[in-house]
């Protein structure tokens, strides 16, 4: 299992231009989320899913989309990127405990994004 | 609101030193929560949650709701337990709010 992988790992955008952030999962988790993690900050929620074809916002939603198509993919859309938009951005999955999961969340390693 | 606090950045204590990672929580409802790791370099993973009462890698936590509190310990620490540190609070249907974490640095 490769579990949690995003996709790029560090990109460098300008200001307005858009991208998308890949994150798929191999663990047929039907939770997954979005965060992004300022310097000294802890992670707070952008987005979430409970499974293809939902999703819902989280703390800070504005300036993102998200859609789920499938169980593995959750990509994350900037439309029109902001330096206040520079930050790590963190993709999870989880499986829900009243599922016969845990809840724990697995993590991907990141994506590094900066918008001069 | 809800909302979870670590009130240290950065913690730093000698190898065999008792550790107590300290994280107080705000929430109207029934808490769940849980401690996650990130050690250098590797991604962030759960390290514990109050519900399974159990000890990973020496560390304990206990949940005081009359403190609305869940510190970390450990009573001697090692130099691999060096990383960042995170506690996090599950509200809602699915939904996490995780504190600013702390930073423990193991000196030898």
């Known amino acids: 299992n490769a579990g949690v992988t995003q996709t790029p790992k560090f990109r460098i955008l300008k200001i307005g231009q858009s991208m998308t952030l890949q994150c798929t999962q191999d663990?047929?988790?039907?939770?997954m989320y979005w965060y992004r993690q300022d310097p000294g900050m802890g992670l707070k929620l952008i987005y979430y899913s409970v499974g293809a074809g939902i999703t819902d916002k989280g703390e800070v939603p504005n300036g993102y989309n998200v859609s789920r198509s499938t169980t593995e993919d959750f990509p994350l859309r900037l439309e029109l990127a902001a330096p206040s938009q520079t930050s790590v951005y963190f993709c999870?999955?989880?499986?829900?405990?009243?599922?016969?999961?845990?809840?724990?969340?697995?993590f991907g390693p990141g994506t590094r994004l900066t918008v001069l | 609101a809800q909302r979870v606090t670590q009130p240290e950045k950065l913690l730093s204590v000698f190898k065999g030193a008792p550790v107590e990672l300290k994280c107080n929580y705000s929430y109207s409802g029934s808490p769940e929560l849980f401690w996650y790791v990130q050690y250098s370099r590797q991604r962030l993973q759960l390290l514990l949650r109050h519900i399974s009462r159990e000890s990973i890698k020496g560390f304990t936590a206990d949940l005081n709701k009359g403190e609305t509190s869940f510190h970390l310990k450990k009573p001697f620490a090692q130099e691999e337990d060096s990383a960042m540190y995170y506690c996090a609070l599950k509200w809602g249907y699915q939904k996490v709010t995780f504190g600013t974490g702390t930073k423990l640095q193991v000196i030898p």
């Open positions: 663990m047929n988790h039907n939770y």
């Open positions: 999870a999955s989880s499986y829900p405990q009243l599922a016969g999961g845990e809840d724990t969340q697995y």
